[in-house]
């Protein structure tokens, strides 16, 4: 069976060739909606840190590694390495030692826009063939990169390779959407819905048990490729109740005014009922106990800190009175993480029909959405065991 849209015929291999943060540089992109991103990034600095200042350092003679997993197409990823790098460069100074030359590698899926991304990177500042990286000036860029296009549910790089694995806002997209939520047989056919948020307690049961999954083969892959006294850093939409069928703020972009903007085509006569039931976005907002219990069945690695933390709004507005303005961001954020699902799914033309709708109800409902639509975060920092 194949998902027809209206130019696009999407076979049901997996969701990796299709998916990724909508590229470019255009209003919905995911470069020019990724501002609350950036700012829970930086309200957490203090905790990446902490995670660096833990590491056991090697020989200034060998390469620094650092790997982004989920890295997109926006200059998030790009701020996240500096920090990342020019901490670890003071380590070193501090013991007196001349920093390592800094590679890095920025991974997603072969979807991704590494053409944007790669836009984004100042140029390499090399001095006599050597990366001095206490002289380099700040539009310069003190470490070699790399693209590596794949899941991070496998493996990405050789054995014990990697200093540093940094992810942040990514492992909540699952591998793909579980098969019984969209099979009409199965009693977790989430019927009339594109979200788990108050959904069948079984239907959520499907998507905590992929989670589950991919968490575990997301651990096991970095264990091989993590070099001993390395350390990694986590970030990932959670939520704050213990029903999975409560998605907190996930809930409510996915489960609500966008769910209803379907319904919206749906009753026009636009799109098929059941196909949009077979539309379900991938992602699972994580308790933080589900977290730790999959993190300690898996066995590979030792945790040094887990926190749920309250990340804020994902709506960035500059005149929050606005309720047109509020709708316009709700659009645009939503789109640029999904955007790309729902074009393969029903076509370009539907699509902007989808997100015309959500703009309108997030217009009506702006107060509501400013005051409830909040991002909690699992946040964790990981040793090998």
Not at 74 to 98: Q, S
Request: hydrophobic residues 40%.
């Amino acid at each position: 069976m194949g998902v027809h849209g209206d130019n696009v015929l999407i076979s049901e291999t997996k969701l990796e060739k299709v998916f990724s943060m909508k590229g470019g540089n255009g209003k919905s992109s995911y470069a020019n909606n990724s501002q609350a991103q950036a700012r829970h990034a930086q309200s957490m600095l203090h905790l990446l840190e902490a995670t660096l200042d833990g590491m056991e350092l090697h020989s200034p003679e060998t390469p620094f590694v650092i790997a982004d997993l989920g890295c997109s197409c926006g200059g998030n990823t790009i701020y996240m390495i500096d920090v990342i790098i020019k901490h670890m460069t003071k380590r070193y100074e501090g013991l007196g030692y001349k920093p390592p030359e800094f590679s890095v590698f920025f991974s997603d899926l072969p979807s991704n826009d590494f053409n944007t991304l790669f836009q984004l990177l100042p140029p390499l500042a090399i001095n006599g063939g050597s990366m001095e990286q206490w002289l380099v000036p700040d539009d310069q860029r003190s470490y070699f990169a790399a693209g590596v296009p794949g899941s991070f549910y496998r493996r990405l790089f050789p054995e014990r390779s990697i200093n540093v694995f940094h992810s942040a806002f990514s492992l909540h997209w699952l591998s793909q959407v579980p098969e019984s939520v969209m099979d009409k047989r199965s009693t977790a056919y989430n019927k009339g819905r594109v979200f788990i948020h108050g959904a069948a307690e079984i239907t959520a049961l499907a998507y905590k048990k992929q989670f589950q999954t991919d968490l575990a083969r997301f651990l096991k892959s970095r264990s091989h490729e993590m070099k001993k006294g390395g350390s990694m850093f986590l970030v990932c939409l959670g939520r704050t109740s213990a029903d999975p069928t409560n998605q907190s703020g996930a809930g409510i972009l996915f489960g609500t005014h966008f769910q209803d903007a379907w319904e919206d085509l749906v009753q026009e006569g636009l799109v098929d009922g059941e196909k949009r039931d077979i539309f379900n976005i991938p992602v699972f907002a994580s308790s933080l106990q589900e977290f730790k219990e999959v993190v300690e069945t898996n066995g590979s690695f030792t945790i040094n800190k887990l926190e749920l933390f309250r990340g804020g709004s994902p709506l960035v507005v500059d005149q929050p009175d606005e309720p047109t303005e509020v709708g316009r961001a709700l659009a645009n954020s939503c789109r640029s993480v999904c955007g790309v699902l729902v074009d393969a799914h029903i076509g370009d033309q539907l699509s902007d029909e989808l997100f015309a709708r959500l703009e309108i109800r997030g217009t009506r409902n702006a107060k509501e959405l400013l005051e409830q639509l909040q991002f909690f975060h699992i946040v964790a920092s990981l040793s090998l065991a």
